[in-house]
């Protein structure tokens, strides 16, 4: 999908040596940008050092008719990818521009 900018708002650390959280703001660039099967990420766009746990974003434009996820990758590994989907529970299609589908959510990692 050709990610734009990932903006952290707010990061902290739910217990003390616990899960650190990161709330962002994804916002894909302009054009035929999407990619079939998602976007990987990585723990470094979230300001984490090694894993990602697990991480559900949503439109923030709800009007948008796109709802955007990370997959769950289960028990902690170093990348997930980010899907769009449609409001039907489809996959957007290759080479769709999201440009205006700017999401929010919150990631958990270490």
């Known amino acids: ?3 734009g900018t ?12 616990g899960i650190r959280f990161a709330i962002v703001d994804i916002q894909p660039t302009t ?3 999407y990619t079939a099967n998602g976007e990987a ?4 766009m979230f300001g984490f050092s090694s894993e990602i746990y697990h991480g559900e974003l949503s439109p923030k434009d709800e009007a948008s008719g796109t709802e955007t996820y990370i997959v769950d ?14 409001s039907d529970g489809v996959e ?13 959510g919150i990631v958990y990692g270490k």
Do not use: E, F, Y
């Not at 990932?6 to 040596?17: E, F, Y």
């Not at 957007?92 to 929010?104: G, I």
């Open 1 to 3: 999908m050709a990610l």
């Open 6 to 17: 990932v903006t952290i708002v707010k990061k902290g650390v739910l217990a003390p040596g």
């Open 31 to 33: 054009g035929a940008n």
């Open 92 to 104: 957007v299609a290759a080479s769709v521009d999201l440009s205006t589908k700017r999401a929010r």
């Open 73 to 86: 990758p289960g028990n902690g590994v170093s990348t997930v990818k980010l899907v769009a989907m449609a």
């Open 41 to 44: 990420l990585t723990p470094a």
